[in-house]
Structures are given as structure tokens and as C-alpha cells.
């Protein structure tokens, strides 16, 4: 676990021999680097008779290799003279060539580090020009901020983000600083949530105080800003910045979620009333009272829309009623509502403030939240009000099912009273109707990926001998694995304390047995915990041990409903909802 040597520069402003000079001098006194991530604008600042299809020689000299690169170097901000052709020198030279462009938007793996990345500024000609390729870039890095594997390590942009000084100490940061910024990247900042947050577009350092992310079911982590100068700004700011990281991947989440002292909570998501107005932003348009969802694509503030001929203010509200997933996914929600679903009223109370999901909202992508447009709603097999059971995927058994909470909660210590109380209800009523010859078990872990956790407990039928041998059968097998098992004393419904006072607040494993009694794993901070436990004791106790491979128990649409209707008729007499 070796951390990642890369070097950030400002805007270079076309002054690309001036950087890789300063850029080489620092390789070899504090190097060697892994590469170069440039912010901000690349290329010269195109005069008012020019375009961007004027040729800059500077770049020119490096993509045809007569000079030498001094690291890999990978930049946005591709505007101004000569970058059009110089994007295209870069994209027929040699697959080897060490300056890549990274591309309008996205999330691309860069010497083992996750980068995001957005080109482009408010008042850049590209975007004057192609108003809906801006909206359309911004929704790409949102789509690959959803697909991605793990956390974003460095986001780079060309613009500063608005209200980023806003809850820091008054008078610690630069004048300059607070000053104008884009919504845009603010609102793109808090759907990233990257470790760090780099761009130029100023002629400013400020290495903001860390902040706090939304906590969304995996644990918060900080997010750490930095502006950098201009390359050879008159001011003298500094315009480089090394950072030495070891990759999120390769973290733990205990390091990974440290808050540092000082770390602030996220400048974009305070209450508007607090923010502090911005100096010479445009009344008109209510910057400082907007909400911060997705904002209007960068385009020019005061021009019509190049792309649809609109005015801006009209192509501001058309873009204002697109939705972004997680909205369409609430409005989902919002629309299930008080209907009719599986012959029971549904209660979803969809928060409407803030944009992102906080835990107990539908998390984007999460397969068991029930208003996401992924979740299975044919399996599902009854809905309470709080709760709901539904087949397994990849049953071990037939009558494998599962039994969450509606909403987003990452474990049953996390539910509310009465959520827990549902969901005791209903995994009483499968202990009536599996003859109490019933396993389940609940693994809560702080996975990363998709808001983490959704609370389950997954829950199958055993045979009467293997009822009577579970406890040993259980205990076997956590020894196999090197899974510490203890008691919890109690019936379950008095136990959800005696769980928290033996867990806390960290990830366990819980088992329920046959005959009502727990055992429980408290998995401690570094412990590997085998992943397909739970599954592989369920498998055992089936009498199917090959079953515990999910993958292996994929089944037919028309099985998945065969086997849905069958339970049901099962369940039915059983059923807290019938
Ligand atoms: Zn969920």
C-alpha cells in the first residue's frame, strides 16, 4: 500500500514550457512523481479577433515529442487559442504521447487513482456554443459517479466552486476566495464527494479547512479543496501542489472516515439562510437562494442559449425541470405513495430538501431500496408498512426470502422503533410459518458502494434434524472460517439493546436460530470477514452446501414468478399484512 506520488497545477494559460520547467525541477528535488493532473485553462487566452482553431506552438513542440514531457500529464480546460487543434494533434499522435487530454467529463482510473473530472467554465466559448453538451456533460459524470467502483480520490475542474469559504472561520481565508464560483461545480462536489478537489481559474491559493460528507449508509468522509494560481501569476500564488495519497481502494474505512480537526460540515449543503451572500453575483438570477440541486449547465450568464436560441432565463427553467436519477427515483417514491401496492397502502415520506439521500431515502442504485427503478418488485411477496419481504435472487431454498425495512437503513440497530418492531413481526410470522424450523441471519457491513448497506435478513426453511443440530452445525462452521461466535442472551424482541451493547456501532454478523436463541460476530476494525458466511451456514443447514455460491442459484424470470406465487400461498396464512 504504497501512496501515489501526482503533482496539481493552476491554469496554464498556454504557458506550458514555464510549467513543465518548474514541473521537472520539482521531480527531481521531491520526485519521483507518478504524473501531472493540470486544472484550470490549458491553453492562452484566445484575444477577441481569435478562436480556438488558431494554432498554439507551445503545446505543439511536446505532442510531436521535439520536447521532452517531464511526467505524464493529463488536463482539462480546453479552451482558448489553438486548443482545438492542438485536441486533435493529441488525438492522432502516438497512443504513447505523455500529455492526454482527459475529456469533457468523467471518472477515469489514473495510476491507481480514482480522478474525476469536468472541463469547461461558466464563460468558456465551448459552452456558449453547445449550451446542451454541457448539460449532457454533467449528467455523464453524474452517471459515472453512480457506476463507479469506490470513492473518488481527486476531482479536478476548471472552475472554483460557489460558497466553497462559506462555514470556515471568518478572516481565514484569502479575500479573493469567497468571491464568485460555480454552482455547477458546487452541486457536481457534493455528488462526487472526492477525497480532494483541486482547480485553478483563480489567481488564489487556498487550501480550504477538510468538510464533511453526507453520511450516505457507508460512512462520511472529508473532502479536501484546493485552488491553485495561475501558472507565473503576477501575485506570486502558488501554483503547484504535490499530494502524496494512497489510493481509497486500498484504504479502510476507519482511516478512510478520520475527521481531522478543524473539518467543517460541507460548505454546499448548509441552509441557504446562512450562506453568506456572494459579492457580485447576479441578483437577478438568485444565486444565493437557489437550492442546490442540479444547477444550470455552465453557459454564459448573460446570452441566449447558442444551442436552443432561447434566453437564458428560459433555458434555465427548462433545464431546471430535468431530473436528475435520484429525483426521478423520489418522484417514484412520492407517486407510490399512499397507493395501492400488493392490496396495502404504502407509506413513503420522501424528504424534498437537499439533493443527496440521507440514510432512511431511497440511495441511488440500491437494489432493495422499493422506489428505485432496479428493485425487484416482482419478488416481492408481502409490504407492511415499514417493512416488506420479498424472494431471494439466488435462493438457497425455495422459500429463501428476504426481510428489510422500505427505506434505506443500513442495519436493524439503525431502524426506527417501530421499523423494528415490523420487521419483528414479520420474521415472527415466518417462524410460525416454517414450523419454527427457521434460520436467518443479518450481516451488516459498511460496503461503499451504493449508499452501503440496506438492512436484510435473510431467512429460510431448514428440515426438523437439521433444526435439532443448528446450534453445533453454526458453531462448526465458525470455527472453520475463524468467525468468534457469542451468545446474545434473551428472546430477539428484548435484544436489539443487548445486539448494540455487544457490537456498538460497528459491523456484526448476527444469526438467528431455530430455536430463538442468537449468536453473534462483532467484526472488528481490520477483520477480513468472509463475505458468503451466512450464506454457506444457511446452504449447510438447507442440506444444499453447493447453494452457497449466489451465482450458481440464478433462476428464469418465469421461475422467479412461479416460485413467488408459491410462497405467497404459503405465507399467506401468516401474513401480519393479511
Ligand atoms: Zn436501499
Known amino acids: 500500500m504504497s501512496p501515489k506520488k501526482v503533482l496539481l497545477s493552476g491554469s496554464a494559460d498556454g504557458k506550458i514550457s514555464a510549467l513543465f520547467k518548474r514541473v521537472s525541477a520539482v ?10 493532473l493540470c486544472t484550470g485553462r490549458f491553453f492562452p487566452e484566445a484575444g477577441p479577433s481569435e478562436d480556438d482553431s488558431e494554432k498554439d506552438t507551445e503545446i505543439l513542440d511536446y505532442v510531436s515529442g521535439a520536447k521532452e514531457v517531464p511526467l505524464p500529464t493529463y488536463f482539462i480546460g480546453s479552451f482558448g487559442r489553438g ?12 497512443i504513447s504521447a505523455a500529455v492526454h487530454y482527459l475529456g469533457r467529463s468523467g471518472i477515469r482510473q489514473l495510476h491507481g487513482l480514482n480522478v474525476a473530472y469536468l472541463d469547461g ?18 449528467r455523464a459524470l453524474e452517471q459515472a459517479v453512480d457506476k463507479a467502483e469506490g470513492d473518488v480520490d481527486i476531482f479536478i475542474t476548471c472552475e472554483w466552486p460557489a460558497d466553497v469559504t462559506a462555514a470556515v472561520p471568518p478572516g481565514s481565508a484569502p479575500a479573493d476566495a469567497g468571491s464568485t464560483g460555480s454552482e455547477v461545480v458546487a452541486s457536481l ?103 442546490l440541486g442540479l444547477a444550470h449547465p455552465p453557459c454564459a450568464i448573460n446570452d441566449t442559449c447558442k444551442a436552443t436560441g432561447e434566453t437564458l432565463e428560459a433555458c434555465h427553467a427548462r433545464s431546471s425541470s430535468n431530473t436528475t436519477p435520484w429525483e426521478q427515483a423520489a ?47 416482482n419478488l416481492v411477496a408481502s409490504i407492511g408498512e415499514e417493512c416488506y419481504v420479498v424472494l431471494d435472487k439466488g435462493p438457497i431454498v425455495d422459500s429463501h426470502v428476504l426481510v428489510l425495512p422500505v427505506e434505506h437503513y443500513p442495519s436493524q440497530l439503525s431502524l426506527s422503533a417501530s421499523s423494528f418492531a415490523e420487521m419483528e413481526r414479520y420474521l415472527s410470522a415466518l417462524q410460525s410459518c416454517f414450523a ?60 436489539r439493546e443487548v445486539l448494540r ?40 443447514l438447507a442440506g444444499a452446501p453447493d447453494r452457497a455460491d449466489w451465482k450458481k442459484c440464478a433462476s428464469s424470470p418465469a421461475e422467479e414468478a412461479d416460485r413467488t406465487a408459491k410462497f405467497k400461498k404459503l405465507f399467506k396464512p401468516y401474513d401480519i399484512m393479511q
Open 121 to 138: 467554465t461558466h464563460n468558456a466559448q465551448a459552452f456558449q456554443d453547445d449550451c446542451c453538451h454541457a448539460q449532457g456533460d454533467v
Open 501 to 540: 451493547q455487544a457490537v456498538g456501532d460497528g459491523e456484526y454478523f448476527v444469526a438467528l436460530l431455530p430455536d430463538g436463541s442468537r449468536l453473534v460476530h462483532a467484526i472488528t476494525r481490520g477483520d477480513k470477514h468472509p463475505l458468503n458466511f451466512g450464506r454457506e451456514v444457511a446452504a449447510s
Open 331 to 377: 418522484e417514484r417514491a412520492c407517486q407510490l405513495h399512499g397507493s395501492e401496492f400488493m392490496g396495502r397502502e404504502l407509506t413513503i415520506d420522501v424528504s424534498t430538501s437537499g439533493a443527496r439521500a440521507p440514510s432512511g431515502k431511497p440511495v441511488e442504485g440500491c437494489w432493495f431500496c422499493l422506489s428505485n427503478p432496479n428493485a425487484d418488485v
Open 189 to 291: 462536489a457534493t455528488k462526487v464527494r472526492p477525497r480532494y478537489h483541486v482547480c485553478g481559474g483563480k489567481d488564489v491559493f487556498y487550501a480550504r479547512p477538510p468538510y464533511l460528507n453526507k453520511d450516505l449508509g457507508a460512512g462520511a468522509h472529508v473532502t479536501r479543496f484546493i485552488g491553485l494560481g495561475s501558472v507565473g501569476n503576477a501575485a506570486k500564488a502558488k501554483s503547484l501542489h504535490a499530494l502524496a495519497l494512497v489510493p481509497a481502494a486500498e484504504m479502510d474505512v476507519a482511516t478512510l472516515t478520520q475527521r481531522p480537526e478543524g473539518t467543517t460540515p460541507c460548505p454546499y449543503e448548509l441552509p441557504s439562510t446562512s450562506k453568506r451572500p456572494l459579492p457580485g453575483a447576479d441578483e437577478d438570477l438568485g444565486e444565493q437562494v437557489r437550492p
Open 83 to 94: 486548443a482545438a487543434h492542438a485536441i486533435e494533434s493529441l488525438s492522432s499522435a502516438d
Open 27 to 36: 521531480n527531481k528535488s521531491n520526485g519521483p512523481f507518478d504524473m501531472l
Open 436 to 495: 419454527s424450523q427457521l434460520f436467518a441471519f443479518e450481516r451488516y457491513m459498511t460496503f461503499r458502494k451504493s449508499g452501503g448497506n440496506h438492512c436484510q435478513f435473510n431467512v429460510l426453511p431448514v428440515s426438523a434434524k437439521a433444526a435439532a443440530g443448528a446450534r453445533s452445525t453454526v458453531e462448526q462452521l465458525a470455527r472453520d472460517h475463524g468467525v468468534p461466535l457469542q451468545p446474545l442472551d434473551g428472546p430477539s424482541k428484548a435484544g
